[in-house]
Nanobody, 123 residues
């Protein structure tokens, strides 16, 4: 059971930026594909961004492409999500997650995930 703890969420205005952080248990970040998922209020959980274990490949949903950047620091077992030009539709609980399935962008393929951090973007 990997432990994933997210932080960095908050309340911001549209157009602002936030950087989310995920602290993971040992080996999780090193050998797993890591991702950020989110669940908007009243909606289903969805994939946001992912990065392969060797950092060769990154994946982004169309809604965040060009605005969000995922990165990982395997040495420190950490994953980050830089979110720029935030929009009200980005409002959601954001989760850090891991999977051994290479190249997937389906949120259900990622287990486990963390407790989540709330991001609220006002217009």
């Amino acid at each position: 059971q990997a432990q994933l703890v997210e932080s960095g969420g908050g309340l911001v205005q549209a157009g602002d930026s936030l950087r989310l952080s995920c602290a993971a248990s040992r080996h999780t970040v090193t050998v797993y594909t890591m991702a950020w998922l989110r669940q908007p209020p009243g909606k289903e959980r969805e994939f946001v961004a992912g990065v392969s274990w060797n950092e060769v490949d990154t994946y982004y949903s169309d809604s965040v492409k060009g605005r969000f950047t995922i990165s990982r620091d395997n040495a420190n077992d950490s994953v980050y999500l830089q979110m720029n030009n935030l929009k009200p539709e980005d409002t959601a609980v954001y989760y850090c997650a891991a999977t051994l399935k290479y190249g997937t962008t389906f949120w259900g393929d990622f287990r486990p995930w963390g407790q989540g951090t709330q991001v609220t973007v006002s217009s």
